[in-house]
């Protein structure tokens, strides 16, 4: 028997299994497939880079065979290149049914994607933002999203943030209350019982939850060291660092657009072959990044955590932490691009005076000690001059082509953005009391 046929799959995803060379299924498939099948409401909970787009599109697909039209599916994201991903996948997995799918993420040409809508997709994916501008924008989109069967919310437990969950919130508002619910997540808090995902949802059904590797958070196969540095001398012992790994793949994580731009820009100058990848690039940059970092025409990636959830990236050998992340989930995010699919990997954390707490609240959170990996400071001492050469070289550049003050302005924005939804979220709830006491 077919391995993929033992979960209830058709022979023609079996047959695309076999073409995409996939023969067994993973435990997540192993486990939510059957249910999926069965029509239940899931919660797929498993690491990243475990199967879990298959695992949703499988039995989506396999539903729309027998009775293919639009839009058949909706499938949220918080991450745009995420959404590029999934895209693909559907497309790859539904190739022999003509599969129209349609990617609704920011920064690509809006027209586009009206015309795209134009052709009804039996699948949409997008990011929420840009969905909920295309339900406005689009008439087509507003009609038939009436028919969704599915919903997919990924990376479910990101969508759950404040900022975005009004936007999911909207979203639903145009979807029939019959759908099945299927949420798929690397992390998901325990705070999210049935009872809240109902509230959120403005449902009332019963989830299945599946969880794969619940009590190891990070793959076995993935060694954790860290660097303790003094914050001074920072740079000079990462540079020192990177210069004892010259040539394989890597991805190092930031916290900030600026400092995303920065290490970039000092890693050219310094002549590390890398690119990055942060939300204030254009998205075709962000494509064409991620392009030359997946073709390995650059060996390192600098990214904000706008590449910690679910990108696909194959081949990283070792992920670094320039910033130590403030929310110790995005930790087992960011370390899970690498160490996939039972590879071995390395996950170094630069840990300054500063950061000792956010170390230790990752340690809690894994259930794991973190190894010391000392550091050579005659060595970091002696490239010093260098790499203060090229710092200030990047500075000046920075602050002559305007992108410091682009940066500035960027992070003005988002401050303002916060402030709005706090002060709107102020207004609604003085709305509701009012209506309350009207009620009363
Ligand atoms: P995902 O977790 O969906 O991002 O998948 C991670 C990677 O695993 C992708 O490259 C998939 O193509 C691949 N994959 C998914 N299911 C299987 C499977 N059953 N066997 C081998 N590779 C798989």
Request: glycine letters at 4%.
């Amino acid at each position: 028997m077919h391995p993929f046929a033992k979960l209830g799959l058709d022979s023609w995803i079996q047959k695309t299994c076999d073409k995409v060379g996939y023969q067994n299924p993973t435990k997540i498939q192993e486990l939510a497939i059957p249910p999926l099948l069965r029509k239940q409401h899931v919660i797929a909970n498993a690491e990243t880079g475990s199967g879990k787009t298959a695992t949703f599109a499988f039995p989506i697909l396999q539903d729309l065979a027998k009775d293919p039209f639009g839009v058949f599916a909706i499938v949220l994201t918080a991450n745009r290149e995420l959404a590029m991903q999934i895209s693909e996948q559907f497309t790859i997995f539904g190739s022999s049914l003509n599969l129209r799918v349609s990617t609704l993420v920011g920064g690509v040409d809006f027209n586009k994607q009206l015309s795209e809508l134009e052709r009804i997709p039996h699948i949409v994916v997008g990011t929420p933002g840009r969905t909920l501008d295309m339900i406005d924008k689009s008439p087509v989109l507003k009609e038939y999203i009436e028919n969704v069967k599915y919903l997919v919310l990924d990376e479910a437990d990101r969508l759950f943030e404040d900022s975005i969950i009004e936007d999911i919130q909207s979203i639903l508002e145009f979807i029939p209350q019959e759908k099945q619910i299927i949420l798929a997540t690397a992390t998901i808090n325990d705070d999210f019982n049935d009872k809240k995902l109902n509230e959120i949802l403005k449902t009332n059904v019963k989830f299945e939850r599946f969880c794969v590797n619940q009590q190891k958070k990070v793959v076995q196969t993935l060694k954790q060291k860290f660097v303790l540095v003094p914050e001074m001398v920072k740079d000079q012992n990462f540079i020192n660092l990177l210069n004892k790994f010259k040539g394989i793949s890597m991805i190092i994580f930031v916290n900030k657009c600026r400092t995303c731009h920065f290490i970039n820009a000092l890693l050219n100058q310094l002549e590390f072959s890398s690119t990055s990848l942060h939300s204030g690039l254009k998205q075709g940059q962000r494509i064409s990044h991620l392009k030359t970092f997946k073709s390995q025409a650059a060996n390192i990636l600098v990214a904000t955590d706008v590449a910690s959830r679910g990108l696909d990236i194959p081949t990283v050998d070792l992920v670094i932490n320039y910033d130590i992340p403030k929310n110790s989930d995005d930790y087992i995010h960011r370390v899970g691009r690498t160490a996939r699919k039972g590879k071995r990997g390395l996950a170094i954390s630069i840990m300054t005076q500063y950061d000792v707490q956010l170390i230790l609240n990752i340690e809690k959170n894994i259930g794991e000690k973190l190894e010391e990996l000392k550091v050579d400071e005659e060595e970091a001492l002696e490239i010093a001059p260098k790499v203060n050469k090229a710092k200030k070289f990047v500075k000046i550049k920075m602050s002559e082509d305007g992108s410091s003050e682009n940066f500035d302005k960027q992070e003005q924005d988002k401050k303002s953005y916060k402030e709005f939804i706090r002060e709107q979220k102020k207004l609604k709830k003085v709305e509701n009391n009012k209506i309350q006491e009207e009620k009363q």
